[in-house]
């Protein structure tokens, strides 16, 4: 990675201790002896990058459930990180845990190595929620997670809790989310349930033993959890992300959202820089086998053209709160958005889904939730370049 | 020649006419057992599965006789539903004789009894066939007696038969030799040979099949179209046999092939005369009614890179389909396409079924349409068939729209529903008057284009089946037209316009609002959709806005999954076509242009 912006470092841990019935990601059970080796060669990988140019600002251990691995692996491979590549002074360490893995302890020690962030798996705060999403963590068990964690004197203490479940009111939802006020994080990530097909819940669905939401009612939910949480001083700044203050937003997921560099480690990590995207093997064994074998991971890449770009942009960035960046588009793509879109943008404006606002294409809350079928509108002519004569 | 028969058989539909010509065939011996399968006659896919024979077809049979003597029997297959009867026509034209055939339980039905007056016009010696006798349901003494009544025809000369399980049969081949007459001509005189029917063979060129009346054709002569003036030079000649089988000659009375490297079936006019060129005869053979096109039709492919195809398609159809016409119409909604005219609905969803399974392609076609006389205020008048040629109407002085004349039959028990059908679809001079005990035919005036949309199959339903419908053209009527515009956001989609009567106008704009607000999907703002005689709404329905599609995550750093979904999305968003800001799938124009059909 060359100078530039900083970068963020992305390690996928993929053990869980049971599948979760809606989880698509890349995830596997496996014992400590298993957990370790993975370690070991995840170190190889941090090697396989040794001297690369990018100054990282941001390391985030996602999965999976990076807090089941133990301390000293966890300390290892900051270790590894550290020594092998540049990080920058400030270096923000994120970390996702499961309420059954946090304890005074545990927090306290991953406070000892240098994590600052602690984003809790709660996903729920009713019981009839836990044993609905499959999760053996019992409410309690969340509420003390949480009351450790603060204790612990994170920077940052974020909880993730998954609402429009199936038959969700608003009334119940409206309830958990003030629970959840209550536990006073300092973020928030709200994802509405989605169903993916692979998973138990898709196959569940497939038989018809599973029915999502309406889409008026998801659109209830959605508008209730933003107007909510903002009221109680929990800001949104994405989709399904808010946060008590700018400085606990996330910077190592602002960075997927903008198109500054990451590279992810592990098995099924993905990674960016300039024009390029490019991927690990999915599952672990074959990840595993290559770094074994002092290969590279790397399964597959992709360069994007300006229209993929945009595309990007677009989806990301109608995603947030502070909208397009109308500006970067026109400097970085040489795209100018509105005025090959002016139609639709007039169209979007006057439905009071979008506003032009400092040179910013912003979504309101209805176009926040549209946001996938306002991206995918948008005609993304690549401008006419030199290349043609 | 006089041990020649030509003949064909005619009945009303699914009296078991191809089973009856399946019979004949296998007691002649003209088809190997193994290679037999039932409606042999009937070719194409769409025949057999059916039950209905589309295309006239001719076989030739040789069948030895009680006397002793070798007959060649020439059995011409004609279709049996109203859209073809052009074909009949060509078909009994190069025949002596007709079977009619009636069923052991139905009776004598519409089409039995319209055919006969055809075969009468043509003055075909009848011999009247009573099938199905197995059946428990048969009543032959009611049959006979409307043998007589219906059809003037003695009874007693009716042979009685089952096709199915083969009795009767050889009575009935008896029958054909001793009482149909055998045909006359003169080998001296100069060649007159009727075409009735045509095939195009990718390998072969053009197959005519025609019908000797004067003279002998062989190959190598140089042949003359009386109509046309076009000469060609003879390949081959031969018998219709299942395979072809060339022959020397074909003399007066014969049936059979002739081959002279015609490209295209468009080349020939069918019921042409052919004639030597050499020695030309004075005087054509009796002409023929031109088919005409009734019903109109705009057929576009699904995706437009397919109209390349489509025009091929149509090419290749129109060889073996002289009735089929098309020239070229665009929409801005559904892009290039062909205006189609055919001879009735039947037709067309024959042409539209062969396009999509012989050709493979998928189809959007439009709302069916009559031809309409406009007179305008400038004292022209014009005809229109297609919407968009709709004038304004402030310059119009009138329109008329041409009526039939239907002819219905069925137990008397339905008389009430189905005359309040009749006038529900603007029938006039609706009467009806016994036929039999029980039996009850009812004739109205009809206004073509109200039997276009789904009457047929309401008459079969309301009448459990049971009602025939039949009818012929009358005349052109006056009728207060007007155009409906089905209108997305604000906006026409040209390819839903239609014409129809105004008191029809707000039921058929509405259905189409309903038809189109089930299926195109919910947008980020509210769509509406609107029927409208010039600015006038006559009907809305509106399809709410779609408040969230967004997902919750954005898989981590994996974007290129998330982009490549929108990417789709986009994919998706570029195959409907977009009227004012709306994106409509295919699938609306489908469920609203099929149910016309359909519904």
């Known amino acids: ?389 | 020649m006089r041990n020649i028969r030509n003949f064909c058989i005619i009945a009303h539909i699914d009296h078991g006419k191809s089973t009856l010509a399946d019979r004949l065939i296998q007691r002649c011996g003209a088809v190997e057992q193994r290679k037999f399968r039932d409606q042999i006659l009937d070719s194409m896919d769409i025949e057999r599965e059916r039950g209905i024979t589309i295309k006239s077809n001719a076989i030739t049979l040789a069948y030895q006789a009680d006397d002793g003597e070798t007959y060649q029997l020439n059995l011409i297959d004609t279709p049996g539903h109203v859209d073809f009867s052009h074909e009949v026509r060509r078909s009994l034209m190069s025949c002596e004789g007709a079977i009619l055939l009636v069923d052991a339980a139905q009776g004598v039905e519409a089409q039995t009894v319209a055919n006969l007056y055809l075969a009468l016009e043509y003055e075909l010696e009848l011999l009247p066939v009573i099938n199905k006798i197995d059946l428990p349901s048969a009543d032959i003494e009611r049959v006979n007696s409307e043998i007589e009544s219906d059809l003037g025809l003695d009874p007693a000369d009716a042979i009685h038969c089952s096709a199915k399980n083969g009795t009767g049969i050889d009575e009935l081949l008896e029958a054909i030799v001793h009482k149909l007459p055998a045909p006359q001509g003169s080998a001296d005189e100069p060649l007159r040979a009727m075409v009735f029917d045509a095939r195009y063979d990718p390998f072969r060129g053009v197959e005519l099949d025609c019908r000797v009346k004067d003279g002998v054709i062989r190959a190598g002569m140089t042949i003359r179209l009386m109509h046309s003036g076009k000469q060609y030079k003879i390949d081959e000649v031969g018998l219709l046999g299942l395979e072809r089988v060339p022959a020397a000659e074909l003399g007066p009375g014969s049936v059979g092939y002739v081959l002279a490297g015609i490209k295209t079936v468009r080349d020939i006019t069918m019921g042409d005369t052919l004639t030597d060129a050499a020695r030309p005869a004075t005087e054509s053979l009796p002409g023929y009614k031109e088919a005409k096109s009734v019903v109109f039709s705009s057929i576009y492919p699904m995706t437009t890179d397919e109209y390349l195809e489509l025009s091929k398609a149509l090419d290749k159809l129109v060889l073996n389909d002289a009735a089929l016409t098309f020239e070229k119409d665009s929409s801005a909604a559904l892009g290039h396409g062909f205006r189609c005219g055919f001879l009735g609905l039947l037709h067309l969803e024959v042409v539209q079924e062969r396009l999509q399974r012989e050709y493979g392609l998928a189809l959007l076609l439009s709302a069916p349409s009559v031809r309409y006389h406009v007179a305008l205020n400038n004292g022209k008048s014009i005809y229109v068939d297609n919407p968009s040629y709709f004038p304004d109407p402030s310059t119009i002085a009138h329109c008329e729209e041409p009526y039939i004349k239907g002819s219905i039959m069925m137990p008397e028990r339905y008389i009430g529903a189905v005359m309040e059908l009749c006038r529900e679809r603007r029938g006039v001079e609706t009467s009806f008057n016994y036929l039999a005990v029980g039996r009850v035919e009812i004739t109205s005036e009809l206004p073509l284009a109200e039997v276009l949309f789904d009457f047929y199959d309401r008459l079969k339903s309301m009448t459990q089946g049971y009602g025939s419908f039949d009818y012929e053209m009358l005349d052109h009527r006056g009728t207060d037209l007007v155009k409906i515009d089905i209108l997305v956001n604000g906006e026409p989609v040209d390819a839903l316009s239609q014409l129809a009567h105004r008191d029809k106008a707000r039921a058929r704009a509405l259905h189409y609002c309903e038809r189109l607000a089930k299926t195109i999907p919910r947008h980020q703002f509210k769509v509406a959709i609107q029927g409208a005689i010039g600015g006038t709404i006559i009907a809305r329905t509106n399809i709410p806005a779609l408040r969230k599609d967004v997902t919750a995550k954005c898989y981590g750093g994996d974007i290129t999954r998330k982009r490549k979904l929108l990417e789709k999305q986009k994919e998706g968003k570029k195959r409907m076509k977009t009227v004012g800001s709306v994106d409509i799938p295919q699938s609306a124009f489908i469920a609203v242009l099929k149910s016309d059909i359909d519904s």
């Open chain 1, 1 to 389: 990675m060359n100078d530039g912006p900083l970068a963020g470092l992305y390690l996928h841990v993929p053990f869980c201790a049971q599948i979760c019935p809606y989880c698509d990601f890349a995830v596997r059970t496996g014992d400590r002896d298993r957990r370790r080796r993975f370690v070991d060669h995840l170190l190889a990988e941090i090697d396989l990058y040794a001297g690369c140019s990018a100054c990282f600002d941001t390391v985030y251990f996602g999965g999976g459930t990076p807090s089941s691995l133990e301390i000293e692996d966890l300390a290892r491979i900051l270790d590894r990180l550290r020594s092998r590549l540049s990080l920058a002074d400030r270096t923000r360490v994120y970390l996702e845990a499961n309420p059954e893995d946090v304890s005074a302890d545990s927090a306290a020690a991953w406070r000892r190595i240098g994590i600052d962030t602690l984003s809790l798996g709660v996903q729920s705060l009713v019981p009839a929620g836990l044993s609905f999403l499959g999760r053996s963590h019992g409410v309690s068990d969340a509420r003390d997670a949480v009351a450790a964690a603060r204790e612990a004197g994170f920077h940052t203490v974020s909880i993730d809790l998954i609402y429009g479940l199936p038959g969700h009111s608003t009334a119940a939802w409206r309830r958990e989310l003030d629970s959840a006020i209550e536990l006073e994080p300092q973020h928030i990530s709200c994802y509405q349930l989605t169903i993916h097909s692979g998973t138990r819940f898709g196959l569940l669905e497939q038989r018809g033993e599973l029915t999502q939401l309406s889409v008026d009612n998801q659109a209830s939910l959605f508008e209730l959890t933003h107007r909510h949480l903002n009221a109680a001083g929990l800001q949104g700044y994405e989709v399904s992300q808010f946060a008590a203050s700018p400085e606990h937003r996330s910077a190592h997921n602002l960075k997927y959202w903008n198109h500054t560099p990451y590279l992810g480690l592990g098995p099924a990590a993905h990674s960016f820089r300039d024009d390029r995207r490019w991927w690990n093997v999915r599952r672990t064994d074959p990840w595993q086998d290559r770094i074994k074998q002092g290969r590279s991971a790397v399964e597959g890449t992709e360069t994007l053209d300006t229209g993929a770009m945009v595309l990007e942009a677009l989806m990301t960035g109608l995603r947030t709160y502070a909208g397009l960046d109308l500006g970067r588009l026109r400097s970085r793509f040489g795209v100018d958005l509105i005025d090959s879109n002016l139609a639709l943008v007039e169209r979007l404006e006057s439905e009071g889904l979008v506003a032009l606002e400092h040179d910013h294409l912003v979504p309101t809350l209805a176009g926040l939730a549209v946001a996938d079928g306002m991206a995918s509108s948008f005609d993304i002519s690549a401008p006419a370049t030199a290349q043609a004569i």
